[in-house]
């Protein structure tokens, strides 16, 4: 399969390299047009598609995959990574032009998404909420939308801080296509800018649903176009429609940025276990001292409550600073003594205690209770 890959690729290039300066004959009225049977030698005329591959700098600028462009269209390239966390996630740009510039095709680089619903992430989420706390969503993780939902709220406003403004002229939205666990959505926006250019931004929306305990999660990924014409923005649009159907993936590349990915989330997993664990510490902490406080609250109340049953009753509560035991007696005297016998005398003034071998009991304060 690799061999007949790269095969492919290369002649495909080869055959877009040699027919590039037999472009412009047609255009010319001195050169004679023949037809094959007259040059038996010559390569036959190009077709309306060239083949290129496009290069992944990041892996010594081996062909990741092959596409299908306008014949004769300049094409540029660019093949980047950003990470979420050691997960990377490939981005690829590819646009091409026609030869006047009237008609311009924009693949712009997919984003993945992730998102969990459920009863579970609901009482999370319904929790934090009546807590007054906002659970920020993680990077890339949002609910899933129809393509048409997402380029009004995504790609539109992008767009406008770009500078691109548009007057949408109308939307569509094209046949849903099911594959196993997989939901394929295409939508797409027309408009007009000021200068009269025809555009359609198209997105396809793709989402994996997996059902788990009662909990449904989503991955999913969004991978638009912009299309610009000045003539015909639906003959235009057909192009992106055979570039799409026409990619071919290296298998090498592939098993190759498989080996990086499944490398990047193993680190990922890792760190989020150590996170995990932080954060149950975490937890576990708040939850102690949320505890501990609520105990010292109620245990608070009970002293209150006690100490104002013991007023109405007319009692207090004493202790013995020797041996720390505590006794109610009536609140009849400004001093409580206690013999060795276990014994308790009242006076309303002060006994050399010393001289009866007695200890002078304190009144516990109500704080103390």
């Known amino acids: 399969m690799l061999?007949?890959?790269?095969?492919?690729?290369?002649?495909?290039?080869?055959?877009?390299?040699?027919?590039?300066?037999?472009?412009?004959?047609?255009?010319?009225?001195?050169?004679?047009?023949?037809?094959?049977?007259?040059?038996?030698?010559?390569?036959?005329?190009?077709?309306?598609y060239e083949l290129h591959g496009i290069l992944d700098p990041g892996m010594n600028n081996m062909v990741a995959f092959a596409i299908q462009t306008p014949t004769g269209w300049p094409m540029q390239q660019s093949f980047t990574r950003k990470w979420n966390g050691s997960t990377p996630i490939n981005q690829v740009y590819i646009k091409m032009a026609s030869p006047n510039q009237a008609e311009v095709i924009e693949l712009l680089p997919y984003s993945p998404y992730f998102y969990a619903d459920g009863g579970m992430a609901r009482q999370a989420r319904e929790s934090a909420a009546q807590m007054g706390v906002s659970l920020p969503p993680q990077p890339y993780e949002m609910a899933p939308v129809q393509p048409i939902v997402y380029i009004k709220k995504i790609l539109l406003p992008q767009l406008a801080q770009n500078g691109i403004q548009l007057n949408i002229t109308g939307e569509n939205d094209l046949p849903t296509k099911q594959e196993q666990q997989q939901a394929v959505y295409t939508g797409y926006v027309d408009g007009q800018m000021a200068d009269g250019t025809k555009l359609r931004i198209d997105c396809i929306v793709s989402i994996t649903t997996t059902n788990l305990n009662g909990e449904v999660y989503y991955n999913w990924n969004a991978m638009p176009s912009i299309v610009q014409s000045k003539?015909?923005?639906?003959?235009?649009?057909?192009?992106?429609?055979?570039?799409?159907?026409?990619?071919?993936?290296?298998?090498?590349?592939?098993?190759?940025?498989?080996?990086?990915?499944?490398?990047?989330?193993?680190?990922?997993?890792?760190?989020?276990?150590?996170?995990?664990?932080?954060?149950?510490?975490?937890?576990?902490?708040?939850?102690?001292v949320i505890d501990e406080t609520h105990a010292d609250r109620n245990a608070s109340a009970d002293r209150r409550n006690e100490a104002f049953g013991d007023v109405i009753k007319g009692e207090t509560k004493y202790e013995n600073t020797e041996t720390g035991q505590r006794v109610k007696l009536l609140d009849q005297y400004n001093h409580v003594y206690q013999d060795k016998q276990g014994n308790f005398y009242g006076s309303q003034t002060a006994i050399d205690k010393n001289a009866f071998n007695w200890e002078e009991l304190q009144r516990v304060e109500t704080k103390k209770y």
């Not at 923005?233 to 993936?249: D, E, G, Q």
């Not at 290296?250 to 990047?264: D, F, I, M, T, Y």
Request: hydrophobic share 35%; charged share 20%; with cysteine.
């Open 231 to 288: 003539t015909d923005i639906k003959a235009v649009y057909a192009h992106v429609t055979h570039a799409r159907r026409s990619l071919m993936m290296n298998p090498a590349w592939e098993a190759e940025n498989a080996r990086l990915v499944q490398k990047g989330n193993n680190i990922n997993q890792d760190i989020n276990k150590k996170n995990a664990a932080i954060v149950k510490d975490y937890q576990d902490h708040t939850q102690r």
């Open 3 to 48: 061999r007949i890959f790269l095969s492919v690729i290369m002649s495909g290039i080869f055959f877009s390299c040699n027919t590039g300066n037999d472009k412009a004959n047609p255009a010319n009225p001195d050169v004679q047009q023949t037809s094959s049977e007259d040059s038996p030698g010559k390569p036959q005329a190009p077709g309306p």
